[in-house]
């Protein structure tokens, strides 16, 4: 076990705690068996209490458990006021070292875990379920190859003897980060050290087999067709560069040049959005980001062995999603053949430099980042990339672009309604030529008579397409 | 949780009004090298009185990005960026919001800069028709979620003539005619952007004195208006309502059940009882939620609110169904809950734990710079000062049953009552 203390002088204290397993630990045949155990954990009962005693006991003192599980990491997050620790410390400590394994727990999880993919991700966020297609796209025949909560039929199939089973083997004390923030007492820290030292296995399981695909240098189209306003847009391809790796910053500096998350900064925001009005906004990632549509930071504890990089492209409408397409492919050619400029270099370093200290905003967050640092083998995330900032040179960007980032062998999800006019689109050589409702400059006009005639690079057999309905099956 | 004073809002705060009607609010907060300052807009979708302006406020916002003769729209963002700030805004129904968290020594940068746009708005024609494509692509985004629909439909049917009637949003027919309302923007903005209308809240790593220092010198001479809008009172509930949305994509059926509600007020006992009872009707702990989500097991959403609004405004209760064929029960069940409310008192020992739940999660919230900064936003453009957070939590103490039942009495009639069911085309939901 690993630990993490920031102690101070709050009146609140902070609990994160970091496991290294998920989805990609599920056995073969149970996709999702790591989500639900995670959550027969923080929302179910303990031997001792129901959970309706649980949230009866937890309600006064305004605290919960959360949990969010992904490939590699499952990390449980609570606060409370100090005032309430040990009552509070008492349960949480119950739910994840004694838990409860009630048949009526277990049935309404495993429905809460099948309606977030069937009817949440499948029907209500399109932009999402690009997102998380484009992940399976890239990682079929891999064990990052299925959402993190699973498949609907495989979750069907999980019985309680399946999360017992998985709780007894990937919960050890040898894969655990315990993170304690705030103003907790003295002896607080050895009291939880040594009560999940005592419950838990100490030896961790194997991680699993990780290693990236093989990309075909043609690209592929996936459409998932729904009834819907807009067409949702992601693309992308898997990336050897992780934080901790030489080329990460240079990327890091690249990522927000070309699009930083829900900021008007990035070329693809200013070319797509505020120049031409296409959407609500265009951005671009070397890291997951699940749920960009609801926070402007970047969760921790979605550390990953592996990476891709991607273009979040937000609904469009179908007349133009095609050139759309086209267009955040020319942007992203344009960087990969020219790099930033040097004013653009400056400017996002300083950016960066500085930005990086507003991320670590509450203490869950810096202990979720700790976390992230420990398994990436890096110093504290801020320290590590203001460091190596200081060092970089537009040059060394542009290098580091060249060497990871690539036209070819993209994987490309499409959510959106007339999959059939999108698909002879994709496939036809004739331009998709823009129109605008007020004049433009005529370096943008001339901008799109290139970009219309763009070369998609994809094959007949290159492009799939399925009812939305289908997706997580 | 003790509080000094009785004050649940327990930071010392600096509030100082200038001589052109402007307000700040400066709160010393304990997190060292960085500043969130909160630019409040006391006008929201609330304030869009004419016909066909609906969603006005909320685009407004986007033209605030698009510069000014000194800090046109690539200036503006390289400044943001060089500053290294988090900057951001939004609209509701009665505010607009523009927020930006940068480290301490930008502070003077950031606020002249901002000053410059509330003061010196400068835009084209042809940039005003671009944005407001990507309003309308905000639109299109958002509607493959039921819910956004679902609230559309309900505001649209439980109001007449308020402009709660209308998302801030605003309805479909108005987005689309909005590059066409260039002249119109121009004067929503004299009307709107004066100092009369605006609060900044700056929380952090900062002395009062200095704050008022720096903002006086950019802001100091900014213009008075004396526009006000003239909001349409609604007139009382004439008798329960109720209608049915037909959803494209398949989903489980989803209820709504709102009834006409208070407005804000952190005195009169009316808005701050509805809060309580959404808390003991619906929340985790609740009876409703034991016997719906955790043993029946026929809801797997449930949930109430008593949104704080300027005008008297919705208390709402939601629910989604695991199965069409419960959607009845389920909705009897919710009315039968609201019903109780109004023939028995509460026990006080369930409310005692409302209120301690309250308490607590205000001190979980008050946690960096940026979200005291956000909770102050919030309620300072409701009553111009922080200190109606703490006259709202003594009025919430002093609360009792007798209270909670009779205020319950007055609101869960059926005449105020509107209910809104969205369920997939041919579910087979009898509401």
Aim: charged share 25%; proline share 6%; hydrophobic share 40%.
């Amino acid at each position: 076990m690993r630990t993490i203390l920031l102690p101070d002088s709050s009146p609140l204290v902070t609990l994160r705690l970091v496991f290294r397993t998920g989805a990609a630990s599920d056995p073969p045949g149970k996709p999702g068996l790591a989500w639900l155990t995670a959550q027969m954990l923080s929302g179910g009962g303990t031997r001792r209490m129901e959970y309706a005693e649980i949230l009866n006991a937890f309600f006064p003192m305004a605290s919960d458990v959360s949990v969010w599980v992904d490939k590699e990491m499952t990390s449980f997050t609570a606060e409370t006021h100090r005032e309430n620790l040990d009552e509070f410390y008492t349960i949480f400590r119950d739910m994840l070292l004694d838990p409860g394994w009630r048949e009526e727990d277990f049935s309404r999880l495993r429905d809460d875990a099948v309606n977030y993919l069937a009817v949440a991700l499948r029907g209500q966020n399109d932009e999402e379920l690009a997102k998380e297609l484009l992940y399976q796209e890239i990682y079929r025949h891999h064990c990052y190859g299925w959402h993190n909560a699973g498949t609907v039929s495989s979750l069907q199939g999980l019985t309680m003897e399946d999360v017992r089973g998985f709780y007894g083997q990937q919960f050890a004390s040898g894969n655990l980060t315990l993170g304690l923030a705030g103003g907790y007492p003295e002896g607080f820290a050895q009291r939880v050290i040594a009560d999940f030292h005592a419950v838990l296995p100490a030896r961790a399981p194997a991680a699993p087999a990780l290693n990236q695909p093989k990309q075909t240098p043609v690209n592929t189209v996936l459409i998932a067709e729904k009834p819907a306003r807009s067409v949702a847009i992601s693309l992308g391809f898997p990336m050897d560069v992780r934080r901790g790796h030489s080329d990460y910053p240079a990327l890091l500096v690249a990522q927000s040049c070309l699009g930083q998350h829900r900021m008007s900064s990035g070329r693809l925001f200013t070319r797509m959005r505020q120049l031409r009005g296409l959407n609500y906004g265009d951005y671009a990632y070397i890291e997951y980001f699940p749920g960009g549509m609801y926070t402007l930071e970047p969760a921790p504890n979605l550390a990953r062995s592996h990476q891709i990089f991607q273009l979040w492209i937000r609904p469009v409408e179908v007349d133009v999603a095609v050139f759309s397409l086209r267009l955040a492919l020319h942007e992203l050619e344009k960087m990969i053949r020219d790099g930033p400029t040097e004013e653009e270099f400056q400017r996002t370093r300083s950016f960066l430099s500085k930005y990086v200290n507003l991320l670590l905003k509450t203490k869950a967050v810096e202990l979720g980042y700790a976390a992230d640092s420990e398994f990436y083998g890096i110093p504290n995330y801020a320290d590590y990339v203001r460091s190596e900032l200081v060092h970089l040179t537009r040059e060394k960007v542009s290098a580091a672009i060249q060497r990871h980032w690539r036209m070819d062998g993209l994987s490309i999800v499409m959510v959106g309604p007339d999959a059939g006019r999108l698909r002879t689109q994709l496939l036809s050589s004739e331009p998709t030529p823009m129109t605008y409702n007020s004049p433009k400059p005529e370096e943008i006009l001339a901008e799109d008579r290139i970009v219309a005639r763009r070369d998609l690079n994809v094959a007949e057999d290159g492009i799939r397409v399925m009812p939305a309905e289908q997706a997580f099956a | 949780m003790s509080t000094s004073e009785n004050r649940i809002f327990a930071l010392d705060y600096d509030q100082h009004d200038f001589a052109n009607g402007l307000r700040l609010i400066t709160v010393p907060a304990p997190y060292p090298n960085v500043i969130s300052m909160y630019i409040v807009v006391a006008a929201g979708s609330r304030n869009e009185v004419e016909p066909g302006r609906t969603g006005f406020a909320h685009f407004f916002e986007h033209m605030m990005f698009r510069g000014t003769p000194d800090f046109p729209p690539h200036r503006y963002e390289a400044v943001l960026q060089e500053t290294g700030a988090s900057s951001n805004a939004y609209t509701d129904d009665d505010r607009t919001v523009y927020h930006t968290t940068f480290t301490k020594e930008d502070f003077e940068t950031i606020v002249a800069m901002e000053a410059d746009r509330f003061q010196n708005l400068q835009y084209s024609v042809e940039d005003f028709r671009t944005e407001a494509l990507a309003v309308y692509g905000e639109y299109n985004k958002d509607s493959a979620e039921p819910l956004h629909k679902m609230f559309e439909v309900l505001r649209d049917t439980a109001f007449d003539v308020h402009t709660y009637k209308h998302t801030t949003m605003g309805f479909l027919r108005d987005i689309v005619e909005m590059p066409n309302m260039y002249e119109y923007s121009r004067l929503f903005f004299d009307r709107f952007y004066r100092p009369e209308y605006c609060i900044i809240v700056v929380v952090g790593d900062i002395t009062p004195a200095a704050s008022r220092d720096v903002v006086e010198r950019y802001w100091g001479a900014w213009k008075r208006g004396s526009y006000r809008a003239e909001i349409p009172v609604e007139p009382a509930p004439q008798g329960a309502r109720e209608r049915t949305i037909d959803w494209e994509t398949p989903t489980l059926p989803y209820v709504m059940i709102a009834f006409r509600a208070a407005a804000y007020s952190d005195s009169a006992v009316d808005a701050p009882a509805l809060d309580l009872v959404s808390f003991l009707g619906f929340s985790e702990n609740s009876e409703l939620y034991r016997k719906l989500v955790l043993e029946e097991q026929k809801v797997d959403v449930l949930y109430s609110s008593n949104a704080d609004h300027v005008d008297p405004y919705l208390f709402t209760v939601l629910t989604r169904v695991k199965n069409p064929a419960d959607v009845q029960a389920v909705r009897e069940s919710i009315l039968d809950r609201l019903r109780r409310f109004a023939a028995e008192p509460v026990p006080l020992e369930e409310l005692e734990k409302v209120k301690k739940h309250l308490r607590y999660r205000f001190a979980l919230g008050m946690n960096h710079s940026e979200a005291i900064a956000s909770t102050l936003a919030h309620y300072v453009s409701l009553r111009r000062t922080p200190e109606t957070i703490n006259r709202l939590y003594r009025t919430y103490e002093a609360l009792t049953p007798a209270d909670l039942q009779s205020v319950s009495s007055r609101y869960f009639h059926d005449s105020g009552r509107t209910i809104v069911t969205l369920a997939h085309r041919g579910a087979g939901v009898d509401a």
